[in-house]
C-alpha cells in the first residue's frame, strides 16, 4: 500500500489519505501564535512621571546693604541684589502711605511689600494688630496651616512672623512695631502662580532674609 503524505484533495490514485505529517506541530504553534496577535494588540500601558519642577539656584551666601532712605521713620537691612520701588497701588493718592514699598530680589522674583503707619488716637496700636491679624488670615482659605511666632529684636522692637501654609498667595508674612508710635508689616510674593512644593528652595532662602530684616529693624 501507497502512503502519501499529501493533502487529502490532492491525492491520487493507489495513494491512502493521510493528514500532513507536521499536523501536531501546528496543533501546537497556533494558539501560541493567537496568543501572540492578542498581546501584540493590547494598548500601551503609559506610566506618567512624577510630577517635577524647574531648578531654581538661590544664591550661595545672603548678602546685605542698609535700607536708609532719607525722610523715612525706619532703617533695615536687605539683600545686597534687591531693588526697592514705592508702592505705588495704594499711596498714589495718599499722604500717610508715602512710607510703602516694594523690596524686589531679581532671580528669585521675590517681592517684599512693606507697610507702615505711625500710631495715634485714629489708629491705635490694637486697631493695627487687629487689621495685621485679618490680613493675615485672610489666605486661611488656600491655606494648610497658619502658624505665628512672636520675638523681640535687639532694640526691643515686637515682631510676629505668620507662616502660612500650603498654596496661599504669600507664604510668610510679619508686623513689627513698639506699640507706641511705630507699626510695619511685610508680606513675602513672588512673581509666579503660587505652588509651595515648587517655590520651596526660594521661600526656605528668603525667609532668612526677612528675619534679617526684622532683627535689624530701627525707628526714627
Known sequence: MNIC????????????????????????????????????????VYTPKPTGYFR?????THRYILFDRPGFPYTFEIPANSVVDQDTIFNKHQQDNRFWINVYVPGLEGIINITYKEINKDMPFYKLMDDAWGLSYFHHEKADYIDS????????????????????????????????????????????????DSLKPVTDFMVQDLQHMLSTLRWR
Open 5 to 44: 503524505y499529501i493533502y487529502p484533495q490532492t491525492a491520487g490514485a493507489g495513494c491512502k489519505r493521510q493528514l500532513p505529517i507536521f499536523t501536531p506541530m501546528l496543533k501546537r504553534l497556533i494558539p501560541a501564535l493567537a496568543l501572540l496577535a492578542v498581546a501584540s494588540c493590547r494598548p500601551e
Open 56 to 60: 531654581i539656584d538661590t544664591p550661595a
Open 149 to 196: 511666632r512672636s520675638t523681640a529684636n535687639p532694640d526691643g522692637t515686637q515682631c510676629i512672623l505668620y507662616t502660612v501654609g500650603g498654596n496661599s498667595a504669600s507664604r510668610y508674612q510679619f508686623a513689627a512695631s513698639d506699640s507706641t508710635r511705630h507699626f510695619l508689616r511685610g508680606s513675602l510674593y513672588f512673581d509666579v502662580t503660587p505652588n509651595a
